[in-house]
């Protein structure tokens, strides 16, 4: 045996040794067991017992984090496969608080306490999905990645069709699943390919840079692509964004804040950690710096022109969140490694805007019933604090000062503006004018809400069914934060 | 004196917002008298900060010579290898805001009482209309361009939901046309704020600013830097410095508005509420004006200079066809709201001659078009308000059935032609003299241009004229009959309180034009010296 295996022992102290680096995954590990058992036996006696544990569950993962943001970072933990930078621990506690929300936006939501599956089953497949998110924030090695993606995939699948109320919510977890498969088989070829011309998986290893740079340009262009798909899935930016409206209008209200709200930040963290893993002059980060910017600049124009046709609100905050995604990804495009201060700041803002969001939808669906914006008409009168809040947050969304969502879009444009006076990549200017364009153009659609709300009045008043108000009042609460971080951003960044 | 008493004239009306919130919205009246009594007390502060104002405060770009300047910081972030992001809560006045702030409180004051009998949602409308007074209050008086951005943003969404939920039939049309014209021109406004922020460092801390006046001084600019004047930077083939004037100039243009981006404006005052017009038209087109002289001429001087012929033709071009089609219209509010472009046209003039007499004309047109167009619309209203028509055809001989409304009319008529005698007379004759003079003085305007701008004087008085006989003189025949008639009542006390002050400003300012003129006197001097020298 130990001739077989005569490091055994070692690599065993070295994995053993890197674990303290994953706590917040152990725990998250920890909780998803706990929850399946208090699922099982505990739900009967107190319905709130799995709720509780995924909560503890999530905020000791968050706190963990934090933790080792003071701590330096640790090198090579398991082989080099995960690499816990600063950046990725801001990213984690990013995704537990976004967890967070989304517990409590279930746990809110009458859909889910009226349903037979109750929530249960929910939140182990919540905890599992963090758990691949944060592997997704960190992965520096691509079969790492692909689990990571994967586990994501799978318990969004679930989540999608966890209710599956009537055949839209069905049809809408099946294409899903169906286009999800699709993609993820695209992408491990991509990274099989990427195997052989490198002969490594670490795509932070000098190896697999000199892999690349020493293969044929044409393979390693279609390689990369092939590998983007997948990642491009769960980023939905155009031209792998077609499933998102059908998904976001069918999925269970706070599954659609969930699934366009985290994965993003997830696929963002490893679309920077791939795009910063390699030198600037290497052939391969050129390609994928030009693919990049053709694709955000289509994202952003696509997201906003198709969203202006929508009249679910659903479908389209979906197209605005492929907008906001284009934006995202000029923002990676100007990060630069040491500084990810404008990155987080945008996603956190994102995080909170679209949570809060979802959470009005929602709110609203279940007690009008309203799902188009037709529908729409007169509450600004019959609701007037749920839709003052919702209009204070599309004006974030919009970008208009003084609200964060205004300084966000303003530190990337500076961010952008920065990269291109010392690059001199004129794609960066086209980036920033399609940036301000797709601005205008935004605010003819967030504003659609205002103005079926407020400036238009019902023929017929709406029936108001009576509802707990506590999502309404975490709404306020996340409406309030993104106005205040708009005025005094440090408290933030600072 | 307060040393505080900008910031306090400035977040007022937010006091009376959040106090209107505390109120039960079953106490309908309590709105209209909490934001009265704010508007009255802002007049009175501006009033005071404008007799205390003294008139050697040049302003522009030296920080020294503002006066009721408030100066702390405000946000710092610290963004790794962009460098620290520095932006300053920086107000202060001198003589091109000093009159404009007065203007507005006045406005304002009018607005309010204007809005006495507003019926719907009463608590959102004063709530809103607060939001609005403190969100220009603050363009005036804002010197960090971050901070200027941020209100000047903040006013869009009020009038907003201002025009769109208590405006006429059309009103969500109008509302979005407006919101989305000056979005366009302030998003891409925005990018230029981002470009200068990166040329322009503070000399004391080193650090990146957003001060306004730092940027208007070329000893500030980072050498090789996009704005730097000595580095010749070009995009698309456009001097970068040329570039951002143009569309600096396009965002304020849209607000003046200039032909042809002014498609919006008759529009929104069409549907708009009277309220919402007076402020419109006697803040709001002033904001395009102030910051093309605040922002596009003292950070672009060079460029404004090679544009200047460009700027005259605009100019012209907007006072003749403002006229000519303010003379085919048909409906009352939409004649006014065509020849308040004609007039703006004056203030594009004025400054495109880069003289003294130009620039101190223009501004002083700002300010008298201010309360005479917030006059205007407010007599348009009135009859609105009696019969819900507005069409010129629809009446005849309202002097028999409103005596005291049609002296209003006639004298609030020829002080907007430019009879001599009243402010708006002062004003145009001051642009016309900077425009003739141009020529041997600078060499930027032909004289054709102020020949031009006295044809559009001519055509004002043929329309005012015009209108005035179609509408008020003969005998009376009205669309609505006896119904109409009995209507037509004559200017009720509170609407003689508002007009009366209006028209005798007017008188004042056009027999005693010093009243303004010398406080904004040593501000065009210096303004004129920075961008000619």
């Given at each position: 045996m130990t001739s077989q295996l005569p490091d055994i022992s070692e690599r065993l102290d070295h994995i053993v040794s890197g674990l303290p680096a994953l706590a917040p995954e152990l725990v998250l590990i920890a909780a998803f067991v706990a929850s399946i058992l208090t699922g099982l036996f505990v739900d009967r006696l107190w319905r709130h017992a799995t709720f509780t544990v995924a909560l503890i569950g999530i905020t000791l993962s968050a706190v963990c984090s934090s933790f080792q943001l003071a701590a330096p970072d640790?090198?090579?933990?398991?082989?080099?496969?995960?690499?816990?930078?600063?950046?990725?621990?801001?990213?984690?506690?990013?995704?537990?608080?976004?967890?967070?929300?989304?517990?409590?936006?279930?746990?809110?939501?009458?859909?889910?306490?009226?349903?037979?599956?109750?929530?249960?089953?929910?939140?182990?497949?919540?905890?599992?999905?963090?758990?691949?998110?944060?592997?997704?924030?960190?992965?520096?090695?691509?079969?790492?990645?692909?689990?990571?993606?994967?586990?994501?995939?799978?318990?969004?699948?679930?989540?999608?069709?966890?209710?599956?109320?009537?055949?839209?919510?069905?049809?809408?977890?099946?294409?899903?699943?169906?286009?999800?498969?699709?993609?993820?088989?695209?992408?491990?070829?991509?990274?099989?390919?990427?195997?052989?011309?490198?002969?490594?998986?670490?795509?932070?290893?000098?190896?697999?840079?000199?892999?690349?740079?020493?293969?044929?340009?044409?393979?390693?262009?279609?390689?990369?692509?092939?590998?983007?798909?997948?990642?491009?899935?769960?980023?939905?930016?155009?031209?792998?964004?077609?499933?998102?409206?059908?998904?976001?209008?069918?999925?269970?209200?706070?599954?659609?804040?969930?699934?366009?709200?985290?994965?993003?930040?997830?696929?963002?963290?490893?679309?920077?950690?791939?795009?910063?893993?390699?030198?600037?002059?290497?052939?391969?980060?050129?390609?994928?710096?030009?693919?990049?910017?053709?694709?955000?600049?289509v994202t952003m124009l696509w997201g906003n022109l198709a969203a202006l046709r929508q009249t679910d609100v659903k479908r389209m905050m979906a197209y605005s969140s492929i907008g906001h995604t284009g934006f995202l990804m000029m923002a990676v495009l100007a990060y630069s490694a040491q500084d990810h201060t404008i990155l987080l700041y945008y996603l956190a803002v994102y995080s909170l805007m679209n949570m809060g969001v979802f959470m009005l939808t929602g709110y609203i669906e279940s007690r009008t019933g309203a799902v188009d914006v037709r529908q729409y008409h007169g509450l600004g009168r019959a609701m007037p604090l749920a839709l003052v809040c919702f209009t204070l947050i599309m004006i974030s969304l919009t970008g208009i000062p003084p609200t964060s969502g205004f300084v966000a879009k303003l530190l990337v444009f500076t961010a952008v503006f920065h990269d291109w006076q010392t690059t001199g990549d004129i794609g960066m200017v086209v980036l920033l004018i399609v940036g301000a364009l797709t601005t205008v153009i935004s605010l003819f659609f967030y504003f659609k809400i205002p103005l079926h709300a407020f400036l238009k009045t019902a023929e017929s008043p709406s029936e108001i069914k009576p509802l707990r108000h506590s999502i309404l009042w975490l709404a306020v609460l996340l409406t309030v934060a993104v106005w205040l971080l708009g005025v005094f951003p440090d408290w933030l960044v600072g | 004196m307060n040393p505080h008493l900008l910031t306090i004239l400035i977040f007022l009306?937010?006091?009376?917002?959040?106090?209107?919130?505390?109120?039960?919205?079953?106490?309908?009246?309590?709105?209209?008298?909490?934001?009265?009594?704010?508007?009255?007390?802002?007049?009175?502060?501006?009033?005071?900060?404008?007799?205390?104002?003294h008139p050697k405060g040049a302003g522009i770009s030296q920080e020294r010579l503002y006066q009721f300047v408030d100066h702390v910081p405000w946000i710092r972030l610290d963004m790794g290898n962009l460098g620290r992001l520095e932006i300053d809560y920086f107000i202060g006045v001198d003589g091109l805001s000093m009159p404009l702030l007065f203007l507005s409180a006045l406005v304002m004051v009018i607005a309010i009482g204007a809005s006495w009998n507003v019926q719907k949602s009463a608590k959102g409308y004063f709530v809103l209309l607060m939001i609005l007074d403190m969100a220009v209050m603050g363009v005036f008086s804002a010197l960090d361009f971050f901070l200027f951005y941020i209100f000047y943003e903040l006013m869009l969404l009020p009038l907003y939901f201002l025009i769109g939920i208590w405006g006429g039939a059309r009103r969500e049309y109008a509302a979005i046309k407006f919101f989305l014209y000056t979005l366009f021109g302030s998003v891409f406004m925005l990018l230029i704020i981002v470009g200068l922020y990166f040329s322009v460092t503070n000399p004391e801390t080193g650090a990146h600013t957003f001060n306004m006046l730092h940027m208007m001084d070329p000893a500030n600019y980072v050498p090789g830097s996009f704005f730097s004047a000595l580095a010749k930077q070009e995009l698309f083939g456009i001097p970068a410095r040329l570039l951002g004037f143009i569309v600096l100039f396009i965002a304020f243009a849209i607000k003046v508005p200039i032909v042809p981006l002014h498609t919006w404006l008759p529009d929104a005052h069409v549907e708009a509420p009277t309220p919402i017009s007076i402020i419109l038209a006697g803040i709001l087109l002033k904001v395009g004006g102030y910051g093309i002289l605040?922002?596009?001429?003292?950070?672009?001087?060079?460029?404004?200079?090679?544009?200047?012929?460009?700027?005259?033709?605009?100019?012209?071009?907007?006072?003749?066809?403002?006229?000519?089609?303010?003379?085919?219209?048909?409906?009352?509010?939409?004649?006014?709201?065509?020849?308040?472009?004609?007039?703006?046209?004056?203030?594009?003039?004025?400054?495109?001659?880069?003289?003294?007499?130009?620039?101190?004309?223009?501004l002083f047109q700002m300010i008298s078009h201010g309360f005479l167009s917030a006059a205007l619309f407010f007599l348009v209203g009135m009859l609105y308000d009696r019969v819900h028509d507005r069409g010129i055809y629809h009446f005849r001989g309202l002097a028999t059935l409103m005596p005291r409304y049609t002296v209003f009319v006639a004298i609030a008529f020829f002080a907007s032609l430019g009879l001599?005698?009243?402010?708006?007379?002062?004003?145009?004759?001051?642009?016309?003299?900077?425009?003739f003079n141009a020529e041997s003085a600078n060499g930027l305007l032909p004289r054709w241009m102020a020949i031009a701008g006295s044809v559009g004087i001519l055509l004002s008085a043929a329309y005012f004229l015009w209108t005035l006989q179609r509408m008020f003189f003969g005998q009376p025949r009205l669309k609505g009959g006896t119904v109409w008639s009995e209507a037509l009542t004559d200017a009720s006390p509170r609407e003689t309180v508002i007009m009366v002050p209006m028209l005798v400003l007017a008188l004042a300012l056009g027999v005693y034009p010093a009243l303004a003129l010398d406080k904004i006197n040593a501000s065009v001097l210096a303004l004129v010296e920075l961008v000619t020298k």
């Open positions: 640790a090198d090579g933990v398991l082989f080099g496969m995960v690499a816990t930078d600063v950046f990725s621990q801001y990213m984690r506690i990013l995704i537990a608080i976004v967890g967070l929300l989304f517990a409590c936006f279930v746990q809110a939501s009458p859909d889910f306490g009226a349903h037979r599956k109750k929530t249960g089953d929910l939140y182990p497949i919540l905890l599992a999905v963090q758990i691949g998110l944060n592997l997704m924030a960190l992965a520096s090695n691509w079969l790492l990645t692909f689990i990571a993606i994967e586990m994501v995939s799978i318990g969004s699948y679930l989540m999608v069709g966890y209710l599956a109320k009537d055949s839209r919510q069905t049809e809408a977890a099946m294409k899903y699943v169906l286009f999800g498969a699709v993609c993820s088989a695209v992408m491990l070829y991509g990274m099989s390919l990427l195997y052989g011309f490198t002969g490594n998986l670490d795509y932070t290893s000098a190896q697999h840079i000199q892999g690349l740079t020493g293969a044929s340009p044409l393979l390693v262009t279609i390689a990369l692509l092939f590998v983007f798909t997948g990642i491009g899935f769960k980023l939905t930016f155009v031209p792998f964004h077609f499933w998102t409206p059908d998904v976001y209008q069918g999925a269970p209200t706070p599954v659609t804040a969930f699934l366009s709200t985290a994965p993003k930040i997830a696929g963002i963290a490893l679309l920077a950690n791939i795009l910063y893993a390699w030198p600037p002059d290497s052939f391969a980060y050129q390609h994928l710096r030009l693919l990049l910017v053709a694709a955000a600049a | 009306p937010l006091v009376a917002a959040t106090a209107m919130f505390v109120v039960p919205a079953g106490k309908r009246n309590a709105y209209k008298y909490i934001a009265l009594a704010t508007g009255v007390l802002q007049l009175v502060l501006s009033g005071g900060m404008y007799y205390l104002f605040r922002i596009c001429f003292s950070i672009f001087p060079d460029a404004a200079m090679q544009s200047a012929w460009w700027l005259g033709l605009i100019g012209v071009v907007s006072i003749i066809y403002g006229a000519l089609v303010a003379l085919a219209q048909r409906d009352l509010k939409r004649m006014i709201a065509y020849s308040s472009v004609s007039h703006m046209g004056f203030v594009l003039l004025g400054v495109a001659s880069f003289t003294t007499e130009g620039t101190a004309g223009a001599p005698g009243f402010s708006a007379f002062i004003g145009e004759v001051f642009v016309i003299i900077g425009a």
